[in-house]
């Protein structure tokens, strides 16, 4: 009896040694999270659409400026501002889903169990989502480029090249604020639906109510650029803030719309329960 129980300590023993020395795995590198999570944002079949809208959406918006524009809009940044505001409008949307579909697709299960650091997976998507802003930017003015030399050969005139990089700059951090609106909103919804409806009420309801009420109340109009997030995104989208003061405005406006909620949403997703 003795010898068997001396036996098993042995044995105990060692495998408690080996158990010892046994090394984790490697963490998952945040570099392979970002092509991770950035392929995820694509590989779905409303992710793929979203793709094909654009692309579609980009080349009709193009066909459109050379068909009906008047011949002296037949410039760059008519090409531009057509490609561009289809992507404007739906790569909120792709940053979206990127964030509610590890919930609405039972997918956050899996990856947070793999990851289990949130914040690592939460930081990757939201680089990825940058990433996509600003690319989206890029390609909108390689698309107009082409555009605006194919439009001026039909119509037969010199091409205008006629934005500035200053105001191409200004475009893409209009375009990239936007970008973190809707990833703000859904980290602080996580439901596809909620953050899909709250995206389209802020920037399309929110900005006919806020223009009909400064046009109506002469004091909303003096305080608009301190309170209106989406009063300083439109003149991003025509040019930089023309004084010192209209960037202080737009700090202010994005921190209490942007920044604080962004905020929220990150600590509450990060405490969320995954089912």
Known sequence: MSATSSTLTTATGRAGAVAGHRTAPPAIGFGRLLVVEARKMVDTRAG?????AIAVASVLASVAVI?????EMVD????ATAVG?????ILPVIAILSVTSEFSQRTGLATFTLVPHRGRVVAAKLVDALAVGVLGMVVAAGVGAIGNLVGAAVVGVDPVWDVSLAEFSAIVLGNV??????????TLLRSTAAAMV???VYGYVLVGLTTVLAAAQPWFADAQPWVDFNYHQGNLFEGFPATGEGWAQLGVTAAAWLVLPLA???WRLGRAEVK
């Open 85 to 89: 505001i289809p992507m404007a409008i």
């Open 177 to 186: 604020l936007g970008v973190l609106v809707g990833f703000m909103l859904a």
């Open 76 to 79: 760059y940044s008519s090409f």
């Open 198 to 200: 709250a995206y389209l």
């Open 264 to 266: 929220l949403g990150l």
């Open 67 to 71: 068909a009906w524009a008047p011949e």
């Open 48 to 52: 793929a659409w979203l793709v094909i």
